[in-house]
């Protein structure tokens, strides 16, 4: 018998399901989930979009653990778990993936609607189906490619879509943690969140992550007068780069990671002041900080 034979049925079966998995990634995309905290209402839609998708393929024991949050419309974050069972449940292979994306950035920039995905040259565009839709989908099907081809896993499978991975998980896989006991000692956990093109990388451990918002204080004028005024967005700049230096402190090294270094980078700016010939007394500005172990 050949050893790869039942791998070669299940890749011709994913292959047949091409179509299914481009319309299911562009039903999605057209599903905005962004955090409350960066302009959006969240996951439930989605969620929600999510759950009748897994009943209607053959997924069992499908729960919802909703995070609390007053921040968005649906009053939580929606986390869901589902099962495809094999032979064994003294283990259960997981695939973790996260429903929630950025914001789309600046519209202009598409070359098509974000949120209306497209097909072209073979690639599939719009916010969202590269993070983390790609993985949630090939998860999805891969498991109804075991049911279509009648092959079943050593042991059971888990689904887990979870919320708030793009703002800090704790409304995300998180609250699943503390607050249900799905995952075991034994279990294998999968989160294919990122990768190469050959399929080849597998990530082993994670930085740290540091999130920081610095305001800056000083004193507000007139633009033409600003000998009265202490120009706190000047300051904050030349603290920007001045943090530049973070580099140069901590210049460990470790290949197990991709980049190889921690990394200090600005990000996100808040509006100051609403007209140009005003010294602004008050700038807030984020960093986001990945440190090495």
Same mark, same amino acid.
């Given at each position: 018998?050949?050893?790869?034979?039942?791998? &070669?049925?299940?890749?011709?079966?994913?292959?047949?399901?091409?179509?299914?998995?481009?319309?299911?990634?562009?039903?999605?995309?057209?599903?905005?989930?962004?955090?409350?905290?960066? =302009?959006?209402?969240?996951?439930?839609?989605?969620?929600?979009?999510? /759950?009748?998708?897994?009943?209607?393929?053959?997924?069992?024991?499908?729960?919802?653990?909703?995070?609390?949050?007053?921040? !968005? *419309?649906?009053?939580?974050?929606?986390?869901?778990? +589902?099962?495809?069972?094999?032979?064994?449940? +003294?283990?259960?292979?997981?695939?973790?993936?996260?429903?929630?994306? /950025? *914001?789309?950035?600046?519209?202009s920039l598409w070359h098509g609607h974000p949120?209306?995905?497209? /097909?072209?040259?073979?690639?599939?565009?719009?916010?969202?189906?590269? &993070?983390?839709?790609?993985?949630?989908?090939?998860?999805?099907?891969?498991?109804? +490619?075991?049911?279509?081809?009648?092959?079943? *896993?050593?042991?059971?499978?888990?689904?887990?879509?979870?919320?708030?991975?793009?703002?800090?998980?704790?409304? =995300?896989?998180?609250?699943?943690?503390?607050?249900?006991? !799905?995952?075991?000692?034994?279990?294998?956990?999968?989160?294919?969140?990122?990768?190469?093109?050959? =399929? #080849?990388?597998?990530?082993? !451990?994670?930085?740290?992550? $540091?999130?920081?918002?610095?305001? #800056?204080?000083?004193?507000?004028?007139?633009?033409? #007068?600003?000998?009265?005024?202490?120009?706190?967005?000047?300051?904050?700049?030349?603290?920007? +780069?001045? $943090?530049?230096?973070?580099?140069?402190?901590?210049?460990?090294?470790?290949?197990?990671? &991709?980049?190889?270094?921690? #990394?200090?980078?600005?990000?996100?700016?808040? !509006?100051? /002041?609403?007209?140009?010939?005003?010294?602004?007394?008050?700038?807030?500005?984020?960093?986001?900080?990945?440190?090495?172990?």
């Amino acid at each position: 018998m050949n050893p790869n034979e039942p791998f &070669d049925r299940l890749a011709r079966r994913i292959e047949q399901f091409r179509d299914e998995m481009v319309d299911l990634q562009v039903r999605l995309c057209a599903i905005p989930a962004i955090a409350p905290s960066s =302009g959006g209402e969240g996951e439930a839609k989605k969620a929600d979009f999510l /759950v009748d998708f897994l009943k209607a393929s053959g997924f069992v024991d499908i729960t919802m653990i909703k995070a609390p949050d007053l921040d !968005a *419309p649906a009053g939580y974050r929606p986390n869901v778990l +589902a099962y495809c069972r094999g032979k064994s449940s +003294a283990r259960t292979i997981w695939v973790m993936t996260h429903t929630d994306v /950025v *914001p789309p950035g600046e519209l202009s920039l598409w070359h098509g609607h974000p949120y209306k995905a497209w /097909v072209e040259k073979g690639r599939v565009y719009g916010r969202g189906v590269e &993070d983390n839709q790609q993985d949630m989908v090939a998860s999805l099907y891969a498991v109804k +490619a075991l049911q279509a081809e009648g092959i079943l *896993p050593n042991y059971d499978i888990g689904i887990a879509l979870v919320a708030d991975e793009e703002t800090g998980s704790r409304k =995300g896989i998180d609250y699943v943690v503390q607050n249900y006991k !799905a995952f075991r000692k034994q279990d294998l956990i999968i989160v294919p969140d990122a990768g190469n093109a050959t =399929g #080849t990388m597998i990530e082993v !451990a994670e930085k740290s992550i $540091l999130w920081l918002k610095i305001k #800056t204080l000083g004193k507000q004028a007139h633009g033409s #007068t600003p000998e009265k005024g202490i120009n706190s967005f000047k300051a904050a700049s030349f603290l920007i +780069a001045a $943090l530049n230096e973070l580099y140069k402190i901590y210049p460990g090294r470790d290949k197990l990671f &991709d980049p190889p270094i921690s #990394t200090f980078e600005p990000t996100k700016k808040e !509006a100051n /002041v609403p007209n140009v010939n005003t010294i602004p007394g008050e700038d807030i500005f984020y960093m986001d900080s990945r440190i090495l172990p």
